[in-house]
């Protein structure tokens, strides 16, 4: 008899920042299931389910399988050296006659670190441009640039098990149990244990609804709220005089600027009441261990930077960072956002977040990739992509970007695809993105490649290849050597995933003492600066790198798109437990489409009611940028003037509505706030 | 290779002539389940961490279309493999069971009763637990207590369906009752009392008490405690208990004998 292959394999999952580790069940070449960890440290032998589904879309038959070149109105099959010497042939002449600034390199958080790695080193060292970007754009972007200013660095400061041992959690723009599902259960664990959680939120989700307080704020005014807690414990003296006397800067400017948030004022802007703000400040000044945790509903905003060193003052009035379970923790979106910038995918920063504008760190990286670099910071996705629509921007290449449903106001975004001279597209599937590609390659995805994933809390953790690619499929990392060399770069010639991983260490100081070798074994966390050190669990202890934390000035000012008589509602977006963002994997896995098949505007009651809309009715969304039609879900659980639609359904895609305003220091579109009506359809 | 190692691949592939063997084992620093056959070297064997491996095999199962499989039981695989085979989602003849005694750790983290195999092949048997204490609380609360009780834990669902996904006896596949839109709708997130309570008499002629969907579950959500004052009825009344190689669900019986008066009549 001859006997089946079967195996267990160790790797992370490919959804939420979460980074659960868990096991692939492959039978020879299928793959048959998921069997969580029993020994993980973050999941401890439990999974969302997400994770139970991600072997679902893995050899789903819609899979990409050979190269494809545009021809006529369609696609025709080519080889794999015929597809790769057209990208560097039209990047070539683009590059020729436009300049090497007329192309931007999109990478992707989906992908590893090794992986970004290698595209942004194409843009800088093959293209010549630090036009390098990845959807960390979309989601944390306002993280980066707001907690760098505050604290010196943009990550978690402390780490996932943290979370149920604080007795105090401030969780604001977060639904915790529906996108960080394992975060939330370490959050349970610490309310259900007697930890006082305080919710805010626009919309009531399930870790409000079993929150010691659980405030309903109007979208767009969070700064005011949270400037209102500043003011009370100033007024209280509730605030850590030695953390701000020894450890900050501008304690004063920051304590006369918010003066001026009295509860009144507080109460007045953003609807909740001013005994409760009043309560909130309290109960989180005076705790012990106070964890801040915060997600999209802080960071989509045309202010997100300010509302991010807003929550940052907070924990530096009340010296709520640098401690076991106490700190100010962004909980990233996707997988590998935070490696993804890690690695250097950011057209600001070369990998461990050297910056491009310093010419030291410039001639590093010149000595190291043996090319002339560019000094000029390159472009954010968002305004590659609108600069696409004006004719600027001449090419684009896109690991696994699916622009066309998660960036804001797709119909414009449209414009910039199809005004392209050239546009390349690596991916698992087809997509709305990969219509507009001249030419398309096919991606492994993460079960049939190795490679490393850095999840929300800075652990870098292995992903392992469990089964062979479809068809012709190359994993991101081999073909991203391959245009490398085709452009004639050096430095291109890797073998493995682990030598990659050996290049970025050698350059990046928060991953200097990480290995394969050493992953093996070992938890690492960055930074992570030496071969005998294991990182540092929480960030900030005893103080800031930089000097001192600093207050920042924020100031409320209302989003960029306000209600008026023609467009009455607030529409608010974002994702539920069941789909992953633009759906292309999730809407593909049986168990997760049963449970959230099909698009859906949340509305409250009192609003369904006065437009004569019922539970389940069809209706039209319309804002200044478009129109859709999901069905109506009649509740109590959002406030009042407020819709809520998933991002995840092309056949009602909630960004064709959104307003693509942008941050002025982060570049992030205004997601969570745009001016909306409703009818039946 | 361990010593636990050689001394389980000699028992599955010499003396019990299997060609597979299911153990679990130390890999990049962690615990995991390994399906090996003869010609595979089975590592570092391991057996301090409860997986439900009857869940693993399950998976498994349906792609392996021959051959003997050695797959290492606790009491309570033994006990879920009994309902499988009896229900024919397993072949008897295809699989072959290795005792493990679980040791006095074990036994008490999953209030186990009877932590003993019928044949011991490894380990040290213990005494188990007689009695659940969370089950003994709860059964002297006041009815309204209990629900006020199990409605503040039932907050805490995620809906990860890890209770059914590693249940080593949930073997509907594509057919799970907790997919009927009727009973549990698709909205968000904590489901309603009918999840819990549809899975609880859905199960109860089929768990077998091993604590698995507990050890899974997300929000700590006692379900073992659910599921054994759910059987305690099944045991008082229809005097059957899941797990028994023998004794058929009395869900199938009740109405063998029984007139069926109106057979015929058009509804």
């Not at chain 1, 597809?83 to 990478?107: C, H, Q």
């Not at chain 1, 392992?464 to 452009?487: N, T």
């Not at chain 2, 006990?79 to 009896?86: D, F, G, R, S, Y």
């Amino acid at each position: 008899m001859s006997t089946m292959s079967v195996r267990h394999v160790l790797t992370t999952c490919p959804f939420c920042g979460c980074g659960c580790n868990f096991y692939l069940q492959a039978v020879g070449n299928k793959l048959v299931g998921v069997v969580p960890d029993k020994s993980d440290v973050i999941s401890q032998g439990r999974l969302c389910i997400k994770g139970y589904n991600a072997h679902a879309f893995v050899q789903h038959p819609d899979r990409l399988i050979h190269p494809l070149i545009k021809e006529g109105s369609g696609f025709r099959k080519a080889t794999w050296d015929e597809a790769l010497d057209r990208i560097v042939s039209e990047i070539k002449r683009i590059s020729a006659k436009y300049g090497p600034d007329s192309i931007a390199v999109f990478s992707s958080a989906k992908c590893t670190n090794e992986e970004n790695y290698l595209m942004q080193k194409i843009a800088r060292a093959a293209v010549g441009t630090n036009n390098i970007d990845h959807c960390a754009r979309l989601c944390h972007a306002s993280t980066v640039a707001g907690l760098v200013y505050s604290f010196g660095s943009g990550a978690m400061t402390n780490s996932i098990p943290e979370f149920e041992n604080a007795n105090c959690l401030l969780v604001t723009g977060s639904n915790t149990l529906e996108t960080h599902p394992l975060i939330g259960a370490r959050m349970l664990r610490a309310i259900y244990g007697g930890a006082k959680a305080i919710v805010i939120d626009p919309r009531e989700t399930a870790l409000s609804r079993v929150a010691h307080m659980s405030l309903h704020q109007k979208p767009g005014t969070d700064i005011a709220w949270i400037n209102g807690m500043a003011r009370i414990i100033i007024e209280e003296k509730l605030y850590d005089k030695e953390f701000v006397e020894t450890k900050t800067a501008f304690f004063d400017e920051f304590s006369k600027a918010v003066s001026e948030y009295t509860p009144e004022k507080v109460e007045e802007i953003t609807g909740i009441p001013k005994d409760k703000i009043v309560e909130a400040a309290r109960l989180y000044a005076k705790s012990d261990k106070a964890m801040i945790a915060y997600s999209m509903g802080v960071t989509q905003h045309s202010n997100g930077t300010e509302i991010v060193k807003a929550l940052a003052n907070l924990a530096l009035l009340t010296g709520h960072i640098g401690k076991e379970s106490t700190g100010v923790n962004p909980l990233r979106g996707q997988n590998n956002v935070q490696g993804a910038c890690d690695a250097g995918a950011l057209p600001n920063f070369y990998p461990g977040y050297q910056l491009v504008a310093n010419a030291e760190v410039k001639s590093k990286f010149e000595k190291a990739w043996g090319k002339p670099l560019s000094d000029k910071v390159g472009l954010p996705m968002t305004v590659a992509l609108q600069l696409a629509a004006e004719g600027k921007i001449k090419a684009i290449i896109s690991f696994g970007e699916n622009a066309m449903m998660s960036d804001a106001d797709i119909t414009h975004v449209q414009k910039g695809f199809e005004r392209l001279e050239f546009f390349a597209a690596v991916d698992i599937f087809p997509t709305e993105t990969t219509k507009f590609a001249h030419v398309i390659l096919p991606a492994a995805c993460y079960a049939e490649k190795d490679g490393t994933f850095t999840n929300t809390d800075r652990k870098v953790r292995r992903v392992r290849k469990a089964v062979d690619a479809p068809g012709e499929a190359l994993p991101d990392w081999k073909i991203a050597c391959e245009l490398g060399k085709r452009f004639g770069a050096p430095g291109f010639d890797f073998k493995s995933p682990s030598e990659i991983m050996d290049e970025l260490a050698s350059v990046a100081p928060p991953y200097a003492g990480i290995s394969f070798d050493r992953l093996e074994n070992e938890i690492l966390t960055w930074p992570c600066t030496a071969k005998d050190q294991t990182g540092a669990k929480i960030l900030h202890v005893g103080g800031f790198k930089i000097g001192k934390g600093q207050f920042a000035l924020s100031k409320h000012a209302p989003p960029a798109e306000e209600t008026s008589e023609e467009y009455p509602l607030i529409l608010s977006t974002g994702r539920n437990l069941f789909q992953y963002h633009t759906g292309t994997m999730t809407r593909r896995s049986p168990n997760l489409e049963r449970e959230a098949p099909e698009p859906y505007v949340e509305i409250n009651n009192e609003d369904a009611r006065a437009l004569g809309i019922s539970e389940g009715d069809r209706v039209r969304v319309t804002t200044r940028r478009g129109s859709i039609a999901p069905v109506a879900r009649v509740t109590d659980r959002i406030l009042k003037g407020v819709l809520f639609i998933p991002f995840h359904y092309a056949e009602a895609a909630a960004n064709m509505l959104t307003n693509p305003a942008l941050d002025a220091a982060a570049k992030i579109p205004e997601y969570k706030v745009c001016a909306a009506k409703v009818e039946k359809a | 290779m361990n010593d636990l190692g050689k001394k389980l691949t000699k028992m599955a592939f010499e003396d019990l002539k299997a060609d597979y063997l299911l153990v679990v084992r130390q890999e990049h620093g962690d615990l995991a389940p390994a399906f090996i056959s003869k010609d595979e070297d089975v590592g570092e064997v391991r057996f301090d961490a409860p997986y439900q491996l009857v869940t693993v095999l399950s998976r498994i199962y349906p792609h392996i279309p021959t051959g003997k499989i050695a797959i290492v039981s606790r009491k309570c695989d033994e006990l879920a493999i009994n309902e499988l085979t009896k229900r024919g989602i397993l072949d008897e003849k295809r699989i072959v069971k290795i005792g493990l005694a679980c040791d006095g750790h074990t036994a008490d983290k999953c209030r186990c009763p009877d932590p003993k195999p019928s044949k011991v092949d490894i380990g040290e048997p213990v005494k188990g637990i007689p009695e659940d204490p969370l089950v003994a609380k709860l059964m002297k609360m006041t009815l309204e207590d209990r629900l006020k009780y199990w409605v503040r834990q039932f907050k805490k669902c995620n809906k990860c369906f890890g209770c059914t996904a590693n249940c080593p006896v949930c073997f509907c596949e594509n057919q799970c009752v907790l997919g009927e839109r009727t009973l549990v709708s698709e909205k968000s997130i904590p489901p309603g009392l009918a999840f819990h309570l549809v899975r609880s008499f859905h199960m109860s002629d089929k768990c077998i008490e091993c604590g698995e969907c507990e050890r899974a579950c997300p929000g700590d959500i006692p379900l073992l405690a659910l599921r054994r004052m759910v059987h305690a009825d099944m045991k008082e009344m229809y005097k059957f208990v899941p797990g028994d190689p023998k004794t058929v669900s009395p869900l199938l019986t009740t109405l063998e004998g029984e007139v069926m008066e109106d057979e015929h009549n058009v509804c």
